[in-house]
Nanobody
Framework: VQLVESGGGLVQAGGSLNLSCAAS????????MGWYRQVAGRQRELVAT???????EYADSVKGRFAISRNNAKNMVYLQMNSLKPDDTAVYYC???????????????????WGQGTQVTVSL
């Protein structure tokens, strides 16, 4: 299973960015998907998650400014980021919980997968 993010970049404070993440590979059940972020020297932190049924959860710091959504048919998750602040500067990582049936061995596997990350920089 691979997760590929896109949409990061440099934006001025108050601006907007939209991140996308595409999941591919042997995916039978794509459960919760989400976005996390990490600043160098600090722990990775939750930004937002969304379940397969659409239930969302947000970090307090982004509530009212960010919106997470997903397209189950395309195995994609999005993060619309508005009213960006310099404190939002970080590498943003896509995350997905995936269950796969491997037909060749007749076996189920499950894993927690991460993308490679995309840099978001918010300037004053």
């Amino acid at each position: 299973v691979q997760l590929v993010e896109s949409g990061g970049g440099l934006v001025q404070a108050g601006g907007s960015l939209n991140l996308s993440c595409a999941a591919s590979g042997t995916i039978t059940i794509l459960s919760a998907m989400g976005w996390y972020r990490q600043v160098a020297g600090r722990q990775r932190e939750l930004v937002a998650t969304v379940t397969s049924s659409g239930t969302t959860e947000y970090a307090d710091s982004v509530k009212g400014r960010f919106a997470i959504s997903r397209n189950n048919a395309k195995n994609m998750v999005y993060l619309q980021m508005n009213s960006l602040k310099p404190d939002d500067t970080a590498v943003y990582y896509c995350n997905a919980l995936v269950t796969s049936f491997i037909a060749e061995i007749g076996h189920w596997t499950a894993g927690n997968y991460w993308g490679q990350g995309t840099q978001v920089t918010v300037s004053l």
